[in-house]
């Protein structure tokens, strides 16, 4: 029987997430940022029909101002709450999709990225974002399309490789858990093998 424990467990553990989640931390302090309303921009291009949904978005004591909305476009969500709530995006309908917010920096700007990973070959899909300074200037980076995104993710596998073009930024991948579903079902069927292989062992006894 544990032999039988040690393999539910190995199995539980894997494929706990279908998408690709990530933990995203920036460094907003003053020093980044300097003083007064900033703007961050979040982008998914493509024509995947993937999906980039940000949660738990914490602004390390900062606040939220208003959505921009003569520069978000596209399939964006959210647009009375924004950064308070949750931001999502989807280029199933448009190949460009942006959100974009204003916001009073704290000292960081976290938040949970879930990108689904359908591939498009060639050319896969792509999520991006960029923060402007009080004075509307990117925050500078070494990104090579020279747009000063923060990071940038091309969605060309189950697996996608986040490329890091600032310091201020740190990248996570959470631990993955047993998903529930799964995880009951192969415990009722090692249930039921364990039950009748007892069975057996009785009446050849």
Known sequence: MAV???????????????????????????????AGSSEVFFILTGTGGNTATLSGILLGGGSAGAVDLTNTTGTGTNPGNGLASGVSLNDATNFLNVFAQSFTAGSSLTFVLDLTTNVVSPNPDQFSFAILDPNGIPIPTSDPTGFNNLITINLDSTTPTPNIYSDLVSVSSPMATPEPPSLFLLASGLLALSIARKRFSARCA
């Open 4 to 34: 039988t424990l040690a393999t539910l467990l190995e199995f539980g553990q894997r494929g706990a997430f279908s998408d690709s989640i990530e933990d995203v931390t920036v460094n907003t302090s003053s020093s980044s940022l300097g």
